[in-house]
């Protein structure tokens, strides 16, 4: 017999298969292509769920909104741009497509993310090392948990830096009441198949007003100006979302809710079982929660530390095993053979959470009894 296997986050479609009925409009009109009726309507769902106020692009991934984020900042050859280190690497790869130099900034113990404190080192010391201010910042709203935005925007507007807040596992999250994706003069957004909906692949860009919304446009459809023949004073991309991804995303959004409520549940349900139990281990792991009642987070994923430190590679491969998949947390940026040379203003949280925790199973196919199973293997793991 198989192994039925757990995973992080798989892609689940609305149970009314709405995804299906836009995806075969497309085919039925032959909107076949990185434009249409599917890719305004999702703007349309996206700016709706964000209350109207920002306006919002559709784009072929988060990495490809970063870059064009960075873009519309002016950021180019020479400049810095400070970038939170605890993340995946598409939160600042787009800085070196920039021709552009990352500077590392490591996280904070509350939320994990960029250390306001360090942030303002930063900025300070590279004024004083170059003579100039570096071009912008990169926050990030880590496995869902919004970063500290009162003190990021403080520091932010003090020394008139601007911020591209990297929500892509963020939507659904809330800082202070306010949805994540709203405090960056930038934001972006990532629909890939293991986020909190999907389009298969695909990303978004939200911006303060219509104006840098257009420009993002132009920017990701090859930098067109208005004439049949094409003219080009500036290097645009192919970014722009197609049709087909398009109506994947507006069927998404009928179950967004119910996706942000089941993350949410999961979560609740593996502090429960983590912290309800006799076993003597059970003091060893700490499930990551909101600091206080500002934060409320998505959960997108579940993310729990061992006091101890273990390989916690190999452990996620014992966990594989018995049909869980898990994932140790991200290797900071700066600890990156890729950005060795990148500077870096480090207090050693990151590297600490690397060594220490991992990520676990945590999307809408992930029910209760495999959250029990799942923390029942880790205890004995630990205890074997
Ligand atoms: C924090 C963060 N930023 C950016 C991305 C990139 O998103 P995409 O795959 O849509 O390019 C990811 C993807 O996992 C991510 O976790």
Known sequence: MSLKRIHLCLAHMSPTGAEQHYIQEAFNTNWIAPLGPNVDAFEEDLENFFNSTPKIAAISSCTAAIHIALLLLGVGKGDEVLC?????????????????????????????????????????????????????????????????????????????????????????????????????????????????????????????????????????????????????????????????????????????????????????????????????????????????ADFDSNFWLTTILFKQELDTETFCLELDKSGIEARPLWKPMHLQPVYKDSPAFTNGFSEYLFKHGICLPSGPWVMDEDVKYIVEKIKSTIID
Not at 102 to 110: L, N, R, T
Not at 121 to 131: C, F, H, L, V
Not at 277 to 285: E, R, W, Y
Request: proline fraction near 4%.
């Open 84 to 292: 939170q280190s605890f993340s995946f690497c598409a939160s600042s790869n787009p800085v070196t497509y920039c021709g552009a130099t990352p500077i590392f900034v490591d996280s904070e113990e509350d939320t994990w993310n960029m250390s306001p404190e360090l942030l303002e080192e930063a900025i300070k010391d590279r004024i004083a090392q170059t003579g100039r201010k570096p071009k912008a910042i990169i926050v990030v709203d880590l496995y869902g948990m919004p970063a500290k935005w009162d003190e990021i925007t403080a520091i932010s507007q003090k020394y008139d830096i601007p911020v591209i807040e990297d929500a892509a596992n963020a939507l659904g999250s809330y800082y202070k009441g306010k949805p994540c994706g709203t405090f960056g003069d930038i934001a972006t957004l990532s629909f890939n198949g293991n986020k909190m909906i999907t389009t298969s692949g695909g990303g978004a860009i939200i911006c303060k007003d219509e104006a840098t919304k257009k420009r993002a446009i132009f920017l990701a459809t090859q930098a067109k100006e208005p004439f049949l023949h094409y003219e080009h004073e500036t290097i645009g991309f192919n970014y722009r979302m197609s049709n087909i991804s398009a109506g994947i995303g507006r069927g998404q959004m009928t179950v967004l809710e119910d996706h942000i409520n089941h993350h949410k549940h999961v979560h609740k349900l593996y502090r429960e079982l983590f912290l309800n139990t006799n076993l003597t281990n059970n003091t060893n792991i700490f499930v990551q929660d909101n600091p206080n």
